[in-house]
T-cell receptor
Framework: GENVEQHPSTLSVQEGDSAVIKCTYSDSASNYFPWYKQELGKGPQLIIDIRSNVGEKKDQRIAVTLNKTAKHFSLHITETQPEDSAVYFCAASIGTSGSARQLTFGSGTQLTVLP | DTAVSQTPKYLVTQMGNDKSIKCEQNLGHDTMYWYKQDSKKFLKIMFSYNNKELIINETVPNRFSPKSPDKAHLNLHINSLELGDSAVYFC????????????FGPGTRLTVL
Protein backbone atom coordinates (compact mmCIF):
# COMPACT_ATOMS: atom_id res chain seq x y z
CA GLY A 1 0.00 0.00 0.00
CA GLU A 2 0.90 3.67 -0.10
CA ASN A 3 3.42 5.05 2.40
CA VAL A 4 3.87 8.78 3.02
CA GLU A 5 6.84 10.23 4.88
CA GLN A 6 6.80 13.83 6.13
CA HIS A 7 9.62 16.06 7.33
CA PRO A 8 10.38 17.85 9.55
CA SER A 9 8.29 16.76 12.52
CA THR A 10 8.68 20.18 14.13
CA LEU A 11 9.48 23.53 12.56
CA SER A 12 9.93 26.91 14.23
CA VAL A 13 10.20 30.10 12.19
CA GLN A 14 10.17 33.79 12.90
CA GLU A 15 7.08 35.72 11.92
CA GLY A 16 7.42 36.90 8.34
CA ASP A 17 9.82 34.12 7.34
CA SER A 18 8.94 31.24 5.02
CA ALA A 19 8.23 27.67 6.04
CA VAL A 20 8.68 24.56 3.91
CA ILE A 21 7.35 21.08 4.70
CA LYS A 22 8.30 18.11 2.55
CA CYS A 23 6.63 14.77 1.86
CA THR A 24 7.54 11.72 -0.16
CA TYR A 25 5.21 8.98 -1.30
CA SER A 26 5.86 5.43 -2.40
CA ASP A 27 3.17 4.53 -4.94
CA SER A 28 3.66 6.10 -8.36
CA ALA A 29 -0.06 5.57 -9.03
CA SER A 30 -0.98 8.25 -6.46
CA ASN A 31 -2.66 11.15 -8.22
CA TYR A 32 -4.09 13.43 -5.53
CA PHE A 33 -2.11 15.23 -2.82
CA PRO A 34 -3.94 17.38 -0.26
CA TRP A 35 -2.51 19.35 2.65
CA TYR A 36 -4.44 19.72 5.88
CA LYS A 37 -4.01 22.13 8.79
CA GLN A 38 -5.05 20.98 12.25
CA GLU A 39 -5.37 23.53 15.03
CA LEU A 40 -5.37 22.43 18.65
CA GLY A 41 -8.60 20.66 19.59
CA LYS A 42 -10.03 20.82 16.08
CA GLY A 43 -10.39 18.57 13.08
CA PRO A 44 -8.05 18.80 10.08
CA GLN A 45 -8.99 21.40 7.48
CA LEU A 46 -7.95 21.31 3.83
CA ILE A 47 -5.73 24.27 2.92
CA ILE A 48 -4.57 23.33 -0.56
CA ASP A 49 -4.39 20.30 -2.83
CA ILE A 50 -2.71 19.33 -6.07
CA ARG A 51 -3.29 16.66 -8.68
CA SER A 52 -0.68 14.68 -10.53
CA ASN A 53 -1.21 16.52 -13.82
CA VAL A 54 -0.07 19.82 -12.23
CA GLY A 55 3.42 20.73 -11.02
CA GLU A 56 2.62 23.71 -8.85
CA LYS A 57 -0.38 25.42 -7.32
CA LYS A 58 -0.58 28.66 -5.37
CA ASP A 59 -3.22 30.25 -3.17
CA GLN A 60 -2.15 33.59 -1.67
CA ARG A 61 0.65 32.81 0.84
CA ILE A 62 0.44 29.05 0.36
CA ALA A 63 1.90 27.03 -2.50
CA VAL A 64 2.40 23.35 -3.19
CA THR A 65 4.86 21.80 -5.61
CA LEU A 66 4.84 18.25 -6.94
CA ASN A 67 7.69 16.28 -8.48
CA LYS A 68 6.20 13.06 -9.84
CA THR A 69 9.53 11.67 -10.97
CA ALA A 70 11.04 11.95 -7.52
CA LYS A 71 7.69 11.19 -5.84
CA HIS A 72 7.79 14.13 -3.52
CA PHE A 73 5.68 17.20 -2.87
CA SER A 74 6.17 20.23 -0.67
CA LEU A 75 4.13 22.90 1.09
CA HIS A 76 5.47 26.44 1.07
CA ILE A 77 4.09 29.13 3.38
CA THR A 78 5.41 32.65 2.86
CA GLU A 79 5.19 35.64 5.18
CA THR A 80 4.25 33.42 8.10
CA GLN A 81 1.96 34.76 10.80
CA PRO A 82 1.35 33.52 14.36
CA GLU A 83 -2.05 32.16 13.27
CA ASP A 84 -0.23 29.79 10.92
CA SER A 85 0.96 27.88 14.00
CA ALA A 86 -0.65 24.43 13.83
CA VAL A 87 0.03 20.82 12.82
CA TYR A 88 0.21 20.34 9.06
CA PHE A 89 -0.44 16.99 7.38
CA CYS A 90 0.29 15.93 3.85
CA ALA A 91 -1.60 13.06 2.27
CA ALA A 92 -1.58 11.00 -0.89
CA SER A 93 -4.31 9.06 -2.63
CA ILE A 94 -4.06 6.44 -5.32
CA GLY A 95 -7.54 6.87 -6.66
CA THR A 96 -11.16 6.58 -5.90
CA SER A 97 -12.85 3.55 -4.46
CA GLY A 98 -16.17 4.32 -5.97
CA SER A 99 -16.66 7.91 -4.85
CA ALA A 100 -14.38 7.63 -1.82
CA ARG A 101 -10.79 8.85 -1.63
CA GLN A 102 -8.60 6.67 0.57
CA LEU A 103 -6.07 9.16 1.93
CA THR A 104 -2.76 8.02 3.40
CA PHE A 105 -1.46 10.72 5.72
CA GLY A 106 2.05 11.75 6.66
CA SER A 107 3.03 11.90 10.31
CA GLY A 108 2.46 15.66 10.65
CA THR A 109 4.60 18.75 11.18
CA GLN A 110 4.13 21.00 14.20
CA LEU A 111 4.75 24.52 12.86
CA THR A 112 5.38 27.26 15.39
CA VAL A 113 5.58 30.86 14.21
CA LEU A 114 7.43 32.99 16.75
CA PRO A 115 6.31 36.63 17.05
CA ASP B 1 -23.97 26.13 10.65
CA THR B 2 -21.88 23.09 11.55
CA ALA B 3 -20.98 21.12 8.44
CA VAL B 4 -19.82 17.88 10.09
CA SER B 5 -20.76 17.35 13.71
CA GLN B 6 -19.87 14.60 16.14
CA THR B 7 -21.23 13.63 19.55
CA PRO B 8 -19.97 13.34 22.15
CA LYS B 9 -16.83 15.51 22.07
CA TYR B 10 -15.34 13.64 25.01
CA LEU B 11 -15.97 10.06 26.07
CA VAL B 12 -14.41 8.48 29.13
CA THR B 13 -15.25 4.86 29.86
CA GLN B 14 -14.02 1.67 31.46
CA MET B 15 -12.38 -1.24 29.67
CA GLY B 16 -14.87 -3.78 28.44
CA ASN B 17 -17.71 -1.32 27.94
CA ASP B 18 -19.57 -0.73 24.65
CA LYS B 19 -19.88 2.82 23.34
CA SER B 20 -21.09 4.69 20.27
CA ILE B 21 -20.00 7.89 18.55
CA LYS B 22 -22.44 9.70 16.30
CA CYS B 23 -21.67 11.75 13.20
CA GLU B 24 -23.89 13.92 11.06
CA GLN B 25 -23.15 16.05 8.01
CA ASN B 26 -25.42 18.71 6.54
CA LEU B 27 -23.41 19.23 3.35
CA GLY B 28 -25.47 16.85 1.25
CA HIS B 29 -22.41 14.68 0.65
CA ASP B 30 -22.66 11.08 -0.50
CA THR B 31 -19.54 9.73 1.20
CA MET B 32 -18.58 9.63 4.87
CA TYR B 33 -15.47 8.37 6.67
CA TRP B 34 -14.15 7.45 10.08
CA TYR B 35 -10.51 8.17 10.96
CA LYS B 36 -8.52 7.37 14.09
CA GLN B 37 -5.83 9.77 15.35
CA ASP B 38 -3.50 8.22 17.90
CA SER B 39 -1.51 9.88 20.66
CA LYS B 40 1.29 10.71 18.20
CA LYS B 41 -1.28 12.47 15.99
CA PHE B 42 -1.02 9.84 13.27
CA LEU B 43 -4.23 9.82 11.19
CA LYS B 44 -5.47 6.58 9.69
CA ILE B 45 -8.65 5.79 7.83
CA MET B 46 -10.91 3.14 9.31
CA PHE B 47 -14.06 3.04 7.20
CA SER B 48 -15.86 4.78 4.38
CA TYR B 49 -19.51 4.66 3.40
CA ASN B 50 -21.11 5.84 0.19
CA ASN B 51 -24.89 6.19 0.18
CA LYS B 52 -25.16 3.86 3.18
CA GLU B 53 -22.90 1.24 1.56
CA LEU B 54 -19.55 0.24 3.07
CA ILE B 55 -16.81 0.79 0.49
CA ILE B 56 -13.57 1.13 2.48
CA ASN B 57 -12.90 -1.17 5.40
CA GLU B 58 -9.32 -1.02 6.62
CA THR B 59 -7.77 -3.56 8.95
CA VAL B 60 -9.76 -2.68 12.02
CA PRO B 61 -10.78 -5.10 14.81
CA ASN B 62 -14.30 -6.38 14.30
CA ARG B 63 -15.16 -4.82 17.66
CA PHE B 64 -15.60 -1.66 15.60
CA SER B 65 -18.81 -1.54 13.60
CA PRO B 66 -19.91 1.43 11.54
CA LYS B 67 -23.59 1.99 10.83
CA SER B 68 -25.12 4.38 8.35
CA PRO B 69 -28.88 4.82 8.82
CA ASP B 70 -28.96 7.36 5.97
CA LYS B 71 -26.36 9.16 3.88
CA ALA B 72 -26.20 12.11 6.30
CA HIS B 73 -25.27 9.96 9.29
CA LEU B 74 -22.44 7.56 10.04
CA ASN B 75 -22.15 6.19 13.55
CA LEU B 76 -19.33 4.16 15.06
CA HIS B 77 -20.05 1.49 17.62
CA ILE B 78 -17.22 -0.04 19.61
CA ASN B 79 -17.65 -3.24 21.62
CA SER B 80 -15.51 -4.47 24.49
CA LEU B 81 -13.36 -1.34 24.66
CA GLU B 82 -9.62 -1.79 25.22
CA LEU B 83 -6.96 0.59 26.50
CA GLY B 84 -5.49 0.79 22.99
CA ASP B 85 -8.74 2.19 21.64
CA SER B 86 -7.99 5.49 23.39
CA ALA B 87 -7.61 8.05 20.60
CA VAL B 88 -9.37 10.89 18.85
CA TYR B 89 -11.90 9.69 16.29
CA PHE B 90 -12.76 11.95 13.39
CA CYS B 91 -15.70 11.73 11.07
CA UNK B 92 -15.37 13.26 7.60
CA UNK B 93 -17.46 13.62 4.48
CA UNK B 94 -16.90 14.32 0.80
CA UNK B 95 -19.04 14.85 -2.24
CA UNK B 96 -17.11 12.47 -4.46
CA UNK B 97 -17.14 12.73 -8.21
CA UNK B 98 -14.88 15.61 -9.24
CA UNK B 99 -14.63 16.99 -5.70
CA UNK B 100 -12.16 15.13 -3.50
CA UNK B 101 -12.15 17.53 -0.54
CA UNK B 102 -12.84 15.77 2.74
CA UNK B 103 -14.46 17.87 5.46
CA PHE B 104 -13.62 16.76 8.98
CA GLY B 105 -15.69 16.98 12.12
CA PRO B 106 -14.29 18.34 15.41
CA GLY B 107 -13.37 14.90 16.72
CA THR B 108 -14.33 12.72 19.67
CA ARG B 109 -11.66 12.10 22.28
CA LEU B 110 -12.14 8.59 23.63
CA THR B 111 -10.34 7.65 26.83
CA VAL B 112 -10.51 4.05 28.02
CA LEU B 113 -9.54 3.54 31.66
Amino acid sequence: GENVEQHPSTLSVQEGDSAVIKCTYSDSASNYFPWYKQELGKGPQLIIDIRSNVGEKKDQRIAVTLNKTAKHFSLHITETQPEDSAVYFCAASIGTSGSARQLTFGSGTQLTVLP
Amino acid sequence: DTAVSQTPKYLVTQMGNDKSIKCEQNLGHDTMYWYKQDSKKFLKIMFSYNNKELIINETVPNRFSPKSPDKAHLNLHINSLELGDSAVYFCASSQGGTSDTQYFGPGTRLTVL
